[in-house]
């Protein structure tokens, strides 16, 4: 074959490659060019893995909290008061039996240390207790509606099964973090929910009207972010009563976490709305005989959802360590009310992290559920920003 030839061959098969690939944009072109925006976001995240794999994480903590009767291996009341401080107990597949195909956990037996006179514990390994799925245990009041006494883990009666050890009265850690992961991020729930209705309402008002509306909006945020916050959110929640019971002091906490987290999403919002209500299709409307309320709710405000949505996202994590640092430092939610800032109390002094250093495990908790919602906000913004790659 000569060299004309085989160049020949090489342009047609180059040829040939380049319009197969033309083909396949175009059969996809028509996908993107139709769909819509929140379809082009979804889309986009899905290519997020990082972002991807942090909103399973966070359905899987909201799963957790919705079912934390049944998800957890006891009552959020039962004590063990023969085990207390416990250290994590392991899980085994070898025995000195050989291969187990199933998970199980040795019994625990206790005694008090000749010289430092602490009670320790060891594995007794004449006990053996497979792991059980939809386990019998205590019985529980699922959701306050019905009884039952099935859980997702258990051993067999005279076991014990503490995978995060337990606490001073003998309570199992994981129960409990279980049990504070309904009040920790129904906090940031609520609590952003309140920010939503605040900042956006509030900057709506101060982009459109202007003037000297707008001048004292901005006054008032500027004060509002010029204080400190966990002296403020200090301040505010020891202005909370004492008598109150612990559902009111809840939800007074929502209240003081949502007082300062509206202003950064107020100032977003005004942004928005000075750039967007010059455009043609505002005037329009203006001229059509829309009102002023119509302009905004109908046509300003959806022209930026996604951009809401992103913030609102970064804006949980901010809520959940507010409530972990009030309640760590005293101020916030108190016993009987459970939640990751509650369980770090046990862990403020430096002897109880040494000698017993599982304690810290609700502060690892709080680490992976800011850094899901830091992730999933990540791929949003990248998702909502159509320049971005």
């Not at 010289?115 to 699922?142: M, N, Q």
């Amino acid at each position: 074959m000569s060299e004309a030839t085989a160049a020949t061959v090489e342009e047609r098969v180059g040829d040939e490659d380049r319009q197969g690939d033309s083909d396949r944009r175009a059969d996809s072109a028509p996908e993107l060019y139709t769909a819509s925006q929140w379809q082009l976001m979804r889309l986009k995240f899905a290519k997020h893995r990082l972002a991807v794999w942090s909103g399973w994480a966070i359905v899987a903590l909201y799963l957790m909290a919705a079912f934390c009767e049944f998800v957890a291996p006891y009552g959020l009341a039962d004590q063990h008061l023969e085990y207390m401080y416990a250290p994590p107990q392991r899980l085994h597949m070898i025995s000195d039996e050989g291969v187990h195909l199933w998970p199980f956990v040795y019994g625990l037996k206790g005694q008090r240390h000749p010289e430092s006179l602490r009670y320790v514990y060891e594995e007794d390994r004449e006990r053996i207790y497979p792991l059980r799925l939809f386990a019998r245990g205590p019985t529980y009041k699922f959701w306050g509606l019905f009884e039952s006494d099935i859980h997702l883990l258990g051993v067999d009666e005279g076991g014990t099964l503490f995978l995060l050890g337990t606490d001073s009265v003998g309570q199992d850690l994981l129960t409990r973090i279980i049990y504070g992961s309904r009040i920790s991020l129904t906090v940031g729930l609520i609590g952003v929910t309140l920010s939503f209705i605040f900042g956006l309402s509030i900057g709506a008002a101060s982009g459109y009207y202007g003037g000297w509306i707008d001048n004292m909006i901005q006054r008032m945020i500027e004060v509002l972010r010029s204080f400190p916050s966990i002296p403020l959110w200090m301040a505010l929640s020891a202005s909370l009563p004492a008598s109150w019971s612990p559902l009111q002091v809840y939800f007074g906490i929502t209240v003081v976490l949502s007082f300062l987290g509206w202003t950064g999403l107020a100032r977003v919002v005004r942004g928005k709305i000075l750039s967007l209500r010059e455009e043609d299709y505002a005037t329009a409307a203006l001229l059509a005989g829309a009102s002023q309320r119509r302009v905004m709710l109908r046509h300003l405000l959806p022209g930026f959802t996604s951009h809401i949505i992103v913030s609102l996202t970064l804006t949980l994590p901010n809520m959940i360590l507010g409530e972990t640092a009030l309640s760590f430092l005293g101020l916030g939610l108190r016993p009987p009310i459970t939640s990751w800032g509650v369980l770090l109390k046990e862990a403020q002094s430096v002897q109880a992290v040494a000698l017993h250093p599982w304690l810290l495990t609700p502060a690892i908790i709080v680490i992976i559920a800011v850094l899901a919602f830091n992730f999933v906000g990540d791929g949003l913004r990248d998702a909502a920003d159509p320049y971005s790659r």
